[in-house]
């Protein structure tokens, strides 16, 4: 997350704005904190939207086909719940609706 700075006073305001760092893995998974359970749920449906459009602009340029193949959303200990990847992907008319 950048914590490992020189401008420590930058990394710590951005930190404190909700700033995540997305990084895939070897196997092509991205995992990311979409927000607490306390959150209203407008407010991590405004998170998935923002991280959905991010992951899709980062796309590698070497990437091609369909790019979002599964996405599954789960509490930290919680067991996965499926969801549609129609409507995560902001290339598509049913984006976010549902």
């Not at 990084?23 to 407008?42: H, I």
């Not at 902001?90 to 549902?98: I, K, N, R, V």
């Amino acid at each position: 997350m950048g914590t490992v700075t020189l401008d420590v006073e930058g990394a710590v305001t951005n930190a404190l704005k909700g700033e995540i760092e997305l990084r895939a893995d070897k196997f092509g998974f991205v995992n990311f904190p979409l927000g607490k359970v306390s959150f209203p749920k407008d407010k991590l449906l405004d998170n998935l939207r923002a991280v959905m459009v991010t992951v899709t602009n980062e796309k590698p340029s070497g990437a091609s086909g369909k790019f979002l193949k599964q996405a599954v959303l789960s509490s930290t200990m919680g067991a996965g719940v499926q969801m549609n990847v129609d409507l995560l992907d902001p290339a598509s008319q049913s984006f976010m609706q549902g």
